[in-house]
């Protein structure tokens, strides 16, 4: 996986801290990442260091992936595509930055949600290699744009019902 992706540990809460100048930012926990999309619902701070915000400084396209635990917890990922400002994560959740020239975020995004990554109980094959099939991105651009349309016409469903 390392070399398909940069893979980040986010920040611990109630670490030990020397630095004085800490500044509230906004922090995703494991309750805001779901499969396949992100809960902005509740969103909640943590001070951190200026260094802490630059190590794990959420940005475009990232994926945020749960490390797992509980059963429905373990691998949930989407894509975060406008993080808020200065925004980092939390340590049970990775952020995944993906070679984009090698594999969309989005693919690998719908990838987590799929069964036979869902059904090994860590993650260890995922960034192994061992369950990952990695096709060129011309096709990855097919599949997410299908997968995109779909999306978009079920919130147009949503949408409707609502009404």
């Not at 997968?147 to 609502?162: G, K, P, S, T």
Request: with cysteine.
């Amino acid at each position: 996986m390392d070399t398909l992706a940069d893979v980040v540990s986010g920040i611990t809460k109630g670490r030990k801290i020397r630095e004085t100048e800490l500044i509230e930012v906004p922090y995703m926990a494991v309750s805001n990442v779901k499969d396949g999309y992100i809960d902005w619902t509740t969103v909640k701070t943590i001070m951190a260091t200026k260094q802490e915000i630059e190590q794990y400084r959420l940005l475009p396209h990232d994926v945020l992936m749960t490390e797992g635990g509980d059963p429905d917890k373990l691998g949930r990922g989407s894509v975060i595509t406008k993080p808020l400002k200065n925004s980092i994560h939390q340590n049970h959740i990775f952020r995944v930055r993906l070679q984009t020239e090698r594999i969309l975020p989005v693919y690998f995004s719908e990838y987590l949600q799929h069964q036979k990554a869902k059904r090994f109980n860590d993650f260890d094959a995922l960034w192994n290699g061992k369950i990952f099939l990695l096709m060129p991105t011309e096709y990855q651009s097919t599949h997410v744009f299908g997968v995109e349309n779909a999306v978009f016409e079920c919130y147009e469903i949503r949408l409707i019902i609502n009404l």
